[in-house]
């Protein structure tokens, strides 16, 4: 990746935007589109619908356990590294998984349109939770793509990227989704979103195969099984000090998620009409998401994975502060584009930073399996706990003890991470000698 010292001594401000114009770092992009609109789908857009038709906060708040399909996808990633599909197959190993994901993601979000939650709320679960399984298989064949098409300078250009397009692919299909109900209805809604499957289909037919790509020792019978379900798990557990750094990402975002998985119940509650919400959500965040992800990757560039990791950290811990002042100041505008321009800011920066570490982390010849195993790590335990806590909190508690409470659970994250850099297990746990290299 370019250094900023570089660009800025010779004063040519080209040399801060080509590494994000290669091709690899374009395709992440693209690829972040399609996989960043189904959590849309399932997420702040389904809370909006349901919230409309009048479903409880609890009913809404537990559609959160749709997401929890992503925190299991490491059981099946296997499949995806090893399995190769017939017919498709002959087009490669990940671009053959991308597409039929890509068509079981289009097909389960156009189901989840055509159903109605006021007769039918738990045929409504039951979708959400198909679009969940589809995306998740999406995601890990995209996340093993992406890491595998990134050479090791190119992490943190190439995570921003991908950033921008998840952002660019959720907020684009949440305010695309509100706009287009009122005038057509929501299933129209959701079956114009399924469009945005074509993104990464169009990476897979423009770039092919990724370079990196390594295929798995081919074993036969039980020890095949064995390896492609045990020997990803083992390789990362054989590392120094894994159990923490395991620990490090179970904790990381506990309070991020369950910030952000509730914000637009806050909305409803204050009034927020879906124009606002579109406006100061939507355009002030997307915004600040795009400035966010653009220091993230300076900061990667200038001071390294670790310190930059560490920076994010703290700045999304305090960012959920922003959302208990508006609990408390309650409906204002202003208040509003500051809060999210905040959150989405400080996301924006961590959204590069650790993704670039979780991509770090990954063995090549586990892409898929790793990467899922983490990135589902990431965030369970925020999912299980707004799916099966979080309203009933809010209703004991107030918006606005509770989101202090998800600023006081960030913090443990906060600490660790700061330790394990003291203890040298960030760079001892990286997987590849040339990304390591580059981690300083």
């Known amino acids: 990746m370019t250094n900023p010292d570089l660009a800025a001594r010779g004063g040519d401000p080209l040399l801060w935007i080509r590494p994000y ?17 189904p959590y849309a789908m399932i997420g702040a857009t389904l809370t909006t619908r349901l919230a409309q038709d009048g479903i409880d906060k609890k009913s809404v708040t537990a559609f959160a356990l749709a997401f929890l399909v992503f925190n299991f996808k490491f059981l099946w990633a296997p499949l995806v590294d ?28 156009v189901n989840l349109g055509l159903l109605d939650p006021a007769a039918n709320l738990a045929l409504v679960a039951f979708a959400a939770v198909a679009l969940g399984v589809a995306a998740a298989t999406f995601d890990i064949v995209i996340d093993a793509y992406r890491i595998e098409l990134l050479k090791p300078e190119q992490l943190g250009v190439g995570s921003g990227m991908s ?23 929501w299933s129209a809604a959701y079956a114009l979103c399924a469009l945005l499957v074509l993104p990464a289909v169009f990476v897979g037919l423009w770039l092919g195969e990724p370079e990196r790509h390594r295929e798995p020792a081919p074993r036969r019978g039980l020890a095949a099984a064995w390896a492609a379900v045990a020997g990803p798990l083992l390789e990362f557990f054989r590392r120094k000090g894994a159990l923490l750094v395991l620990l490090f990402v179970l904790l990381h975002k506990i309070g991020d998620t369950l910030a952000n998985l509730t914000f637009r119940l806050l909305l409803n509650d204050l009034g927020f009409t879906n124009n606002e919400i579109a406006t100061w959500d939507v355009g002030v965040g997307f915004a600040a998401m795009l400035v966010g992800i653009f220091v993230g990757g300076i900061l990667y560039a200038r001071l390294g994975l670790k310190r930059s990791v560490l ?41 590069v930073v650790v993704v670039a570490y979780l991509s770090a982390l990954c063995n090549l010849s586990f892409t898929a399996t790793q990467f899922a195993l983490l990135s589902a790590a990431a965030s369970i335990v925020g999912r299980f706990f707004t799916g099966t806590t979080a309203g009933g909190l809010i209703e004991r508690m107030g918006f606005v003890d509770f989101y202090l409470m998800t600023t006081v659970l960030a913090l443990p994250g906060v600490v660790l991470f700061w330790w394990m850099m003291r203890a040298g297990l960030v760079d001892a746990s990286i997987a590849e000698q040339d990304v390591k290299a580059k981690s300083a």
């Open 163 to 185: 950033q921008y397009g998840w952002r660019l692919g959720a907020v684009g299909a949440g305010a695309l989704a509100l706009v287009l109900a009122e005038p057509l209805g």
């Open 82 to 109: 090893r399995f190769h599909l017939p017919l498709l197959g002959r087009f490669g190993q990940r671009r053959s998984w991308l597409w039929l994901a890509a068509a079981l993601v289009a097909a389960a979000t």
């Open 311 to 351: 920076i994010s950290l703290v700045l999304m811990a305090v960012s959920n502060l922003s959302f208990a002042a508006l609990a408390h100041v309650g409906h204002s505008n202003a208040l509003l584009a500051f809060t999210m321009g905040f959150e989405n800011f400080a996301s924006g920066i961590g959204g």
């Open 21 to 37: 114009l290669q091709r690899a770092p374009l395709g992440a992009m693209l690829l972040g589109i399609s996989s960043g609109f």
